[in-house]
T-cell receptor
């Protein structure tokens, strides 16, 4: 059983397109996250949802919109894709946030051409 | 928010003990220190977490001095499979809202050689 899954694993698209990445966790966690890892391996948090409520919203272009239909899912929609959006996006989940033991998905490598 | 600093890379040999130090001079009272491991093409994996003194689990030990301005991840007897990037995180708990903003360091790339 995959604890945190993401689809797709690879996403190649052209500038200006709109795309979505889906994330699901079957751990029963109440908090989910989206991270972006750039080519230099810096891992930065983008968003966090706790029980479907947005609790962390970093300085991210408003072209990025997270959506949490329920506690087990956190999707990331990106409008008008730009070259600089190329990165690996990781979804993660945790039971609460106080202890920061997060479970990460396998990542989605987004390439914008 | 506490910023972390780690060595960019380290080399070791199989069977040796590896110590990776992370500096976090501005750590706040409520902050926890957490270490993650990341293999290529995979998501980070939780290794260990601590608040003060020493924490040990089946994978690693975490040493935190009294001032908490740094921490050291200790990997006993590393093997080739321990080659990975290791991230130090300092968690910032925001009041009573049960939220936390994690700050990943730049990571330390550990290369274990035969």
């Amino acid at each position: 059983d995959t604890a945190v899954s993401q689809t797709p694993k690879y996403l190649v698209t052209q500038m200006g397109n709109d795309k979505s990445i889906k994330c699901e966790q079957n751990l029963g966690h109440d908090t989910m996250y989206w991270y972006k890892q750039d080519s230099k391996k810096f891992l930065k948090i983008m968003f966090s949802y706790n029980n479907k409520e947005l609790i962390i919203n970093e300085t991210v272009p408003n072209r990025f919109s997270p959506k949490s239909p329920d506690k087990a899912h956190l999707n990331l929609h990106i409008n008008s894709l730009e070259l600089g959006d190329s990165a690996v996006y990781f979804c993660a989940s945790s039971q609460g946030t106080l202890r920061y033991e997060q479970y990460f998905g396998p990542g989605t490598r987004l390439t914008v051409t | 928010l506490a910023k972390t600093t780690q060595p960019i890379s380290m080399d070791s040999y199989e069977g040796q003990e590896v110590n990776i130090t992370c500096s976090h001079n501005n750590i706040a009272t409520n902050d926890y220190i957490t270490w993650y491991q990341q293999f290529p093409s995979q998501g980070p994996r939780f290794i260990i977490q601590g608040y003060k003194t020493k924490v040990t689990n089946e994978v690693a030990s975490l040493f935190i001095p009294a001032d908490r301005k740094s921490s050291t991840l200790s990997l006993p007897r590393v093997s080739l499979s321990d080659t990975a990037v290791y991230y130090c995180l300092v968690g910032d708990i925001a009041g009573s809202s049960n939220t936390g903003k994690l700050i990943f360091g730049q990571g330390t790339t550990l290369q274990v050689k035969p």
